[in-house]
T-cell receptor, first 112, second 113 residues
């Protein structure tokens, strides 16, 4: 059974640009969550999608957005990139309620 | 607001030692608690999931306990090996927050030969 797949693995962008990251959950999982990991702030929750609907949102500016498709794949978009957006972005998928969350390998975003 | 703390922040032990990692959380209203390991620059690997109604879970050399009323969990690693070197993170899923996990800051473990 394939795990959670995130693409691309690495990205370098310039300030002011926008970026789209992709996450394919484990087959059959309908919940996809996104997290940002930085050395200073640790792992912080961005948002969660379930059956194409955003179910929960963390405390991030509106430049961070996401969506989920009917096949449960999810994308997150960051517009007007800032240097502080440099981070490892992780997505997690989960099956039925109260079960384990499984994480992908992450996308390392560097903003220069 | 749920806060999760992990002590110690870093730990270095010789191979073969048994060790305990600690995790504490401020709000006992949780669905479950999950332990992860993270290798440098990589994603998170799930180690153990403990439901709020459970007291412990075991997988191989790993044993995790949960005392929800006191807001504590421990991860016990038996007979540590150099391959166990990684950062260990605990995360709780608060009730009423759907899939949101609140993470601790992690314990960086180094097992030396």
């Amino acid at each position: 059974k394939a795990g959670v797949t995130q693409t691309p693995r690495y990205l370098i962008k310039t300030r002011g640009q926008q970026v789209t990251l992709s996450c394919s959950p484990i087959s059959g999982h309908r919940s996809v969550s996104w997290y940002q990991q930085t050395p200073g702030q640790g792992l912080q929750f961005l948002f969660e999608y379930f059956s194409e609907t955003q179910r929960n949102k963390g405390n991030f500016p509106g430049r961070f957005s996401g969506r989920q498709f009917s096949n449960s794949r999810s994308e997150m978009n960051v517009s007007t990139l800032e240097l502080g957006d440099s981070a490892l972005y992780l997505c997690a998928s989960r099956g039925i309620e109260n079960t384990e969350a499984f994480f992908g390998q992450g996308t390392r975003l560097t903003v220069v | 607001k749920q806060e999760v703390t992990q002590i110690p922040a870093a730990l270095s032990v010789p191979e073969g030692e048994n060790l305990v990692l600690n995790c504490s959380f401020t709000d006992s209203a949780i669905y479950n608690l999950q332990w992860f390991r993270q290798d440098p620059g990589k994603g998170l690997t799930s180690l153990l999931l403990i439901q709020s109604s459970q007291r412990e879970q075991t997988s191989g050399r790993l044993n995790a306990s949960l005392d929800k009323s006191s807001g504590r969990s421990t991860l016990y690693i038996a007979a540590s090996q150099p391959g166990d070197s990684a950062t260990y993170l605990c995360a709780v899923r608060p009730i009423g927050t759907a899939s949101k996990l609140t993470f601790g800051t992690g314990t960086r473990l180094q097992v030396t030969l």
